[in-house]
Structures are given as structure tokens and as C-alpha cells.
């Protein structure tokens, strides 16, 4: 594996919740930050939530107390719980590190929220 793989994505109607997960390509005990980024149709890819190794989150004011980002070191493994969806949450999501790191970028999962 040499890129982040997401899942989880799918259709939800407004106010509906969906849980992302994402495998990273190396031991994310060495990544210092790591994130969920978004990409709607038209839009330029930025981040949403991020998490340090101490497990400090940060989230943009778009999601903020709507979203939690969480990290597994064991398994490896990036969350990103998403609750009251709205349709304007519909994008494609991504994880990577922050700074991203170009050679990680996978293909991303769909998120659609309509109703």
C-alpha cells in the first residue's frame, strides 16, 4: 500500500451521519498530523479536521461540533465521525497528512447528503 485508502462514504439525507475511515500507507505513530481534507464539484481540495500525535483537533468552522476526527495508532487507522450532515457537506473526502503529502493522496471516498 503506498497511499492513504479511504471508505465509508455513501448517500445520507440531511441530518443523517456516516463514519470515514482511512488506512495509511505507513506507521502513523511517525505522523506528526494527520487530516481529513474535502473536494466538492468546483471546488479547490481543503482541510476539514485534523488530529496531532497528541491527539489535539482542530476543525474548520464549517464542520466544527458537527464532526470528530479520531486516530487508531494500533490499527493504523484515521475517523472522521460526521453527524448532522447538510447538503453542503457533499464532497469527495480525502485523508493525508498535514502538510499533504503529494505521493499519499488515495482516491477518496463520496459523500452525497440529499434528500
Do not use: H
Request: glycine content about 10%; hydrophobic content about 30%; aromatic content about 10%.
Amino acid at each position: 500500500q503506498v497511499q492513504f485508502v479511504e471508505s465509508g462514504g455513501g448517500l445520507v439525507q440531511p441530518g443523517g451521519s456516516l463514519r470515514l475511515s482511512c488506512t495509511a500507507p505507513r506507521n502513523i505513530e511517525t505522523i506528526g498530523m494527520l487530516g481529513w481534507y474535502r473536494q466538492a464539484p468546483g471546488k479547490t481540495r481543503g482541510w476539514v479536521a485534523r488530529i496531532n500525535a497528541a491527539e489535539r483537533t482542530t476543525y474548520s468552522d464549517s464542520v466544527k461540533g458537527r464532526f470528530t476526527i479520531s486516530r487508531d495508532n494500533a490499527k493504523n487507522t484515521l475517523y472522521l465521525q460526521m453527524n448532522s450532515l447538510e447538503p453542503e457537506d457533499t464532497a469527495v473526502y480525502y485523508c493525508n497528512e498535514i502538510p499533504s503529502n503529494t505521493n499519499f493522496w488515495g482516491q477518496g471516498t463520496q459523500v452525497t447528503v440529499s434528500s
